[in-house]
């Protein structure tokens, strides 16, 4: 069993840091997502979000996470089938 922050290191290590699209990847509550419309963000970028956690016997905790992956669309959408790829 690994910690959390070792899980959350592991995944943008192996993971995201390779990926040839993902420009940035975070992790937190979705009210921690940003307003993006007042930041230079990077796209595409992965968010990843706890979404429950299991106190176990021995002091052990299960995560379920949800992983949000976020683009810009374009305003004649000619980007919908990229992103939704």
């Known amino acids: ?7 959350i290191d592991n995944i943008n290590t192996n993971f995201m840091v390779p990926h040839y699209q ?7 509550f ?6 993006f ?4 963000e990077q796209f595409p ?11 176990l016997e ?8 949800r ?3 976020l683009d810009l669309l374009e305003n004649d959408l000619s980007n919908e089938r990229d992103i939704l790829s």
């Open 1 to 7: 069993m690994i910690s959390y922050n070792s899980f």
């Open 30 to 35: 979705p009210d921690d997502i940003q307003n």
């Open 67 to 69: 992983m949000y992956f």
């Open 45 to 55: 970028f992965a968010w990843l979000v706890p979404t429950r956690v299991d106190h």
């Open 22 to 28: 993902i420009r940035k990847f975070e992790e937190g």
């Open 37 to 40: 419309e007042t930041k230079d």
């Open 58 to 65: 021995n002091s052990v905790s299960q995560y379920d996470v």
